[in-house]
């Protein structure tokens, strides 16, 4: 008879290799005084005018936002490491072929350093060793620690020590990764489409240099895979061939 539990875990992994849908590429945009904030997808750089070329914004039924030439709107972004906030002015509105913005950038960006080493999106099979043997799907890492989804109700806790096994995959082979880490944040059930995961926050104990540098070599190449838009959405569709002339 089938784990339902097991089951929760493996459905997760295979939504969550879609790294394209839970890319942190999307700009967050407001307009004036009002709180209502949409993610549009910055699609180009005209850097001899600083210009970004955005997705026009839509509600939450996918009727587009009304904006108008010389709008202000307040942009944030994430990245990596820095949070950034800035004011634009929309410069050039286009309907054809897509609903496209034209903003443009003031002369100073706001920015803040939100934690010491990249994070990445990852979508890792891994094996927590503690009291007993757990397995998890590691869905962000850095060299630090990494954000892990169990199955509800197991048995981490905050402040126990574990040790973490996981084979990510570079240069076409696996690579063996074993350090030891502490359960630093119950973070609980956070994603409603997965309501029988529960997701923890798990630090890195001392690192060799040797397990340093394939974790970081991990967390670059996932970074790498998160930004290439174009390559992920080919990917969902493609079909391995003999020759491609």
């Not at 240069?171 to 359960?183: D, I, P, T, Y």
């Not at 060799?208 to 998160?226: G, I, N, R």
Request: with cysteine; charged share 20%; hydrophobic share 45%.
């Amino acid at each position: 008879m089938p784990n339902p539990q097991r089951a929760a875990l493996e459905q997760m992994t295979r939504d969550y290799a879609d790294i394209g849908a839970r890319s942190r590429i999307g700009l967050r945009i407001t307009f004036g005084e009002n709180k209502d904030a949409y993610t549009v997808s910055v699609i180009g750089v005209i850097r001899a005018k600083s210009i970004l070329v955005l997705t026009a914004p839509v509600n939450r039924d996918g009727a587009l936002v009304a904006v108008h030439n010389g709008q202000a709107l307040t942009c944030r972004w994430f990245g990596t490491t820095t949070a950034f906030r800035f004011r634009a002015k929309i410069v050039r509105i286009l309907f054809e072929p897509v609903p496209l913005l034209h903003i443009e950038l003031p002369a100073i960006v706001e920015r803040r350093t939100v934690r010491g080493v990249p994070r990445a999106l990852a979508n890792l099979r891994c094996l927590i060793k503690g009291a007993s043997d757990l397995e998890a799907l590691i869905v962000d890492i850095s060299i630090s620690g990494v954000r892990i989804g169990v199955r509800n109700q197991s048995s981490l806790h905050q402040g126990q020590q574990v040790v973490l096994h996981a084979k990510p995959r570079m240069l076409n082979r696996q690579f063996e990764v074993v350090v030891r880490a502490k359960v630093v944040a119950d973070l609980g059930c956070t994603d409603p489409k997965h309501a029988q995961i529960q997701f923890f926050g798990i630090e890195f104990g001392e690192l060799s240099d040797q397990m340093l540098l394939t974790l970081h070599a991990y967390v670059q190449e996932c970074l790498a895979v998160e930004t290439d838009t174009l390559g992920q959405l080919l990917m969902l569709s493609s079909t391995e061939v003999d020759d491609i002339e």
